[in-house]
Structures are given as structure tokens and as C-alpha cells.
């Protein structure tokens, strides 16, 4: 094997989301002599960003001073909120909007768009952006600290042989490395460990959003409308929620989220996000429409109270990242933002990663997150206790005595035989997508069929005995891609078995398997760069 080409700058960011991006930005305004360069798994940045998304524009009006006189290309101001609870499969009770959801002064946005938008600010700066770059796997120096990153090799087959097109991997060097990968980062979740970053914080959690952008009939859409619900397809134990909002040129971003923490082992939130699609309350704004894009990812909700440390020797971690995500106000793009300004500001006067941590504690970040600690894990107790203890948890301005503890996602899903599903009123679907593989293609996932399987279940032989058994294998409801099958195998003897398939080329990158698997035996790890969605406009 030959040694490994290196290349070298001050700074390097990995991951060309907003607080990756709005990291380089602000640095090379503070220190224009700085190199920095930012790598991104995906084929174009923006490519494999999913969110909501609502910004908040305060942050990015500090960091671009005339952003809004060339805005980027899904712009649109809020011009109303609604807020509705779906009681059951057919009716629904309009509510007064939660005051952490009045959206008067924002942009509904395409986090994705305004992420390729935000890459030229950037290069202009002298900022290098790699895109279709993963970053694989850290690398350290003589003392431990961290000193760079390793890309990932090009041109590996799935038996691990090198094809002919094959590429080494190059290691980048810099004195400090900043984790912008966003929610349960590759990276970020083997530095947190290997560090202990996390061992004075509870378990960090999740949810897992979807969403769709539709191209509807014309006089359907009121450009910048807002809408939120609770309810209905979800059950009173299950978190969760939906969006909708309005766009420009008859377009409407709607999207589904589910706590992670749901105890069912029979819940599949993608059927759930298409039920939803079917009440009345929705189905009218989008029926006779059709699907231009769609996708999922993981979202961090696990707040104040699940805050790993954000810096360690030789790098400091921003943005979803670190777990910056208001859960009330639905937005972690203005939290991104700060985070990565933060963290530039205190590059470029220290010089290093070192001290980051607790100037991020001592910022209106963290303050945000603590005035609204308590309001996601009072849901662990159902909705309407969640919602009282929101109710009060507003009233107060968050300044309970206590602080509610969260749990890890995988503990609390619950064994067959246990647990009785509830009476779920799900109705008979003719919106596409039909089903899951149906709805990859609305992703434009892509994956080389003929590279290593990206995911690592360190004991199959689990899945088709122990895990079928006591959860009826809920890898094959959660995952919104089907990438898991369990299916008939031969063996040897002539007799017949099972065996966990895994479809690596349908995934979509939400995680969810690395988060919700309840033996946690699933580890999710990069595959070659520039694999994966390609969304468009999410």
C-alpha cells in the first residue's frame, strides 16, 4: 500500500450544512489568511440536507448583512400560522398557535437550497468546498487530539477488493476540526465516545422527520401560510407531529415527525406520514397533485439536558451536531447558524478548539434550549400531560426548579406480547407514493450496488432469532427506505431458513436504524462519497 497523500489547512469543517457553512464564512471574514476548507459526503452541497424548514432570520441578517437582496432561490415569507389538532381520522379542532410557533418575521425556506446558495458566500471568502468528500473516519496526531480527517476510498467492490477505477483516500490535516455532520454524524458519534464528551449528559434523543415538496392545482396554495398539527395518525403515547407549508408557484412542503421514544414495535412512522396525508384536512390541499421530491432524516431533540461537550482536543462539534435543535419552535437553522458563528469567533481569537464549550454554555444558545428544556420529555407521559406541562413550561418562561430526564430512543420500545397496539383508524390510501420503495425514488437515492454495505449489523444471526422474537423484527417498520427485509434462505442441508436482507442502496440517510435498533447492533458508517439522496428543493 503506498503512504497516503495528505493535504493541509488551518481549519477544516466536515459537513457544508448552515452551521458548517456559516463556520467557514465567519471565519474567513475574521481572518481572511486563515486556509479553511469544508468537506461534504454529498455530490452537491445542499444535496443531502432535509428539514422543515421555518428560519428564523436574525443569525444569518448577522452573518450576511445583504442576504436579502439576492435571497436564495425558496424564499417566502410567513403571512399566517394555523395550528390544529387532528382528533381522529376524519375530524379536526382548529387551536390557538403555541406562542414558540408564531412564525411573523420568518422564511419558509429549502434548507437544501439555501445551503447551495450559502457555498458561493463562502468560496468567494477563499473558502475550499469538497463536495462527494466523505469523510470516513478521524485522524489524530502523536498526542491524542484530533488532527484531521480521512476521506473515504473511491473505488472499493462490496467483497472489499479494489476495482479498477480505485482511489486511496487522502488524509487532511488542520489544527483544528470542526463537526458539522449534523444529526448523529458519522463522526461526531465515534469522537463523542471515544472521548467521553457525553458522560455529564443524559442519553441525547431523536425524532424522524419526512417530507415531501407537491406541485398542486392552481388556486390551492396561499404563499407563506403555516400550518402545524398534533393528533391523529399518531396514538396519545407517540410524540409527534406535522407541517405544511406554503410555497411559491403552487408548491407545498408537507412533512411528518415522530419521537424516536415510541414504545410500539409495530409503528412504521412512514405508513403513519402517509395516513396522515389522507384526512380530509390534507387530502383536499393535495389530491389531483403529484410528488416532486421527498425524503427523511433523523432530527435531534434532546435539548439542554442531552448537550454532550462540545469541544475536545483538536476539534469542537456545532449545530445538529452537538444537538442545538429548539424541539417547541420546530428550528434548529438560526441555533446552526449561531453555533458555527460562535464557534468561528472563538477560533479566530484563540486559535484553537480549546475553551469552546463554555462559551457556547454562557451564549443565547443555550439559553434558548434551557428556557424550553423541560417541554419535549414531558411527552414521555403522553400528550395531553405533555401538553399541560407545555402549557406550563410557557407560562413560566422555563424557569421550573427542575429539569425533566431524557432516555435513549432504543430503551423504550417496547417487546411483542407487552405492549397492545392501540386502534390506529387508518384508512385506505390512493395518494402516492404506494409504498416505501416507491417512495426512495422521489429521493433520487443512488448508491454503486457494487460498493461495501454502508451498514453494520454486527450480529445478524440476532435478527432472525432473538429480535424476531421478542420485537417481530421492527427494523423492517421504522426504516422509511426498506432497506431491511427478512427473507426465505436455502441452507446448506437443503432446509429452509431466514435471513436479514440489507438494501444499502435504498437508504436514504435518515439514521433511524442507528438510533432506534433495540440491541443497537446497527452501525451506520459512510459510504463512498457522493452516494446517497439527492433531494431537490427539500
Known amino acids: 500500500m503506498s503512504e497516503r497523500e495528505t493535504m493541509e489547512y488551518d481549519v477544516i469543517t466536515v459537513g457544508a450544512g ?19 476548507c469544508v468537506i461534504e459526503k454529498a455530490s452537491t452541497v445542499g444535496a443531502q440536507i432535509l428539514s422543515g424548514a421555518v428560519i428564523e432570520p436574525e443569525p444569518l441578517n448577522a452573518l450576511l448583512p445583504d442576504w436579502g437582496k439576492n435571497p436564495p432561490p425558496i424564499c417566502v415569507p410567513v403571512t399566517e400560522d394555523e395550528f390544529w389538532m387532528l382528533r381522529d381520522h376524519e375530524n ?82 488542520a489544527k483544528v476540526t470542526a463537526l458539522a455532520e449534523g444529526c448523529r454524524g458519522h463522526l461526531s458519534k465515534q469522537l463523542i465516545k471515544k ?44 410524540y409527534g407531529g406535522s407541517f405544511i407549508y406554503h410555497l411559491d408557484n403552487n408548491r407545498v412542503a408537507i412533512g411528518f415527525v415522530a419521537g424516536l421514544d415510541y414504545e410500539d414495535p409495530n409503528f412504521s412512522p412512514f405508513e403513519a406520514f402517509q395516513q396522515l396525508k389522507h384526512h380530509p384536512k390534507v387530502k383536499t390541499l393535495l389530491e389531483g397533485g403529484q410528488i416532486l421530491s421527498g425524503g427523511a432524516r433523523a432530527l435531534v431533540e434532546g435539548g439542554y439536558q442531552s448537550l454532550p461537550k462540545v469541544e475536545m482536543p483538536g476539534a469542537l462539534l456545532i449545530g445538529d451536531a452537538a444537538g442545538l435543535l429548539n424541539v417547541p419552535k420546530i428550528k434548529g437553522t438560526h441555533q446552526a447558524i449561531r453555533s458555527g458563528m460562535l464557534a468561528a469567533e472563538h477560533v479566530a481569537k484563540s486559535g484553537g478548539a480549546e475553551g469552546f464549550d463554555h462559551v457556547l454554555r454562557h451564549s443565547g444558545v443555550m439559553a434558548e434550549l434551557k428556557k424550553v428544556r423541560n417541554i419535549r420529555p414531558g411527552f414521555h407521559k403522553g400528550l395531553w400531560f ?82 424476531a422474537e421478542e420485537y417481530g423484527n421492527p427494523c423492517t417498520r421504522f426504516c422509511p427506505a426498506n432497506v431491511y427485509e427478512i427473507v426465505e434462505d436455502s ?21 433511524t436504524c442507528d438510533i432506534k435498533d433495540p440491541y443497537q447492533i446497527i452501525n451506520w458508517v459512510t459510504p463512498e462519497g457522493g452516494s446517497g439522496p439527492s433531494y431537490q428543493n427539500l
Open 18 to 36: 448552515p452551521a458548517g457553512l456559516a463556520f467557514a464564512i465567519r471565519l474567513k471574514q475574521l481572518k481572511p489568511d486563515l486556509s479553511v
Open 92 to 173: 379536526a379542532s382548529k387551536l390557538p398557535t403555541p406562542p414558540q410557533m408564531h412564525n411573523h418575521g420568518n422564511y419558509i425556506v429549502s434548507l437544501g437550497a439555501l445551503c447551495a446558495w450559502l457555498a458561493p458566500q463562502a468560496e468567494a471568502l477563499g473558502v475550499d468546498i469538497f463536495p462527494g468528500f466523505a469523510a470516513a473516519e478521524p485522524v489524530f496526531d502523536e498526542t491524542g487530539a484530533v488532527a484531521g480527517v480521512r476521506i473515504g476510498d473511491m473505488g472499493v467492490a462490496r467483497d472489499g477488493s479494489e476495482k479498477p477505477g480505485y482511489t486511496q483516500g487522502i488524509d487532511i490535516k
Open 386 to 467: 405533555g401538553m399541560f406541562n407545555a402549557a406550563w413550561e410557557t407560562l413560566t418562561g422555563g424557569l421550573s426548579p427542575w429539569t425533566l430526564r431524557n432516555r435513549a430512543d432504543w430503551s423504550s420500545l417496547q417487546k411483542l406480547g407487552r405492549y397492545e397496539s392501540p386502534k390506529r383508524d387508518y384508512v385506505d390510501r390512493d395518494l402516492p407514493p404506494r409504498d416505501r420503495l416507491a417512495s426512495v425514488y422521489f429521493a433520487a437515492t443512488e448508491h454503486d450496488e457494487d460498493q461495501p454495505v454502508h451498514l453494520k449489523v454486527s450480529d445478524t444471526d440476532v435478527c432472525v432469532t432473538k429480535c
Open 195 to 238: 472521548f467521553g464528551l457525553d458522560k455529564d449528559s443524559d442519553p441525547q434523543t431523536y425524532g424522524i422527520g419526512m417530507k415531501e415538496l407537491w406541485q398542486v392545482p392552481e388556486g390551492r396554495v396561499t404563499p407563506g401560510k403555516v400550518v402545524h398539527t398534533l393528533g391523529w395518525p399518531l396514538d396519545p403515547k407517540t
Open 491 to 511: 441452507m446448506p442441508d437443503g432446509s429452509s431458513g431466514k435471513r436479514l436482507q440489507i438494501n444499502a442502496a435504498n437508504c436514504v440517510h435518515c439514521k
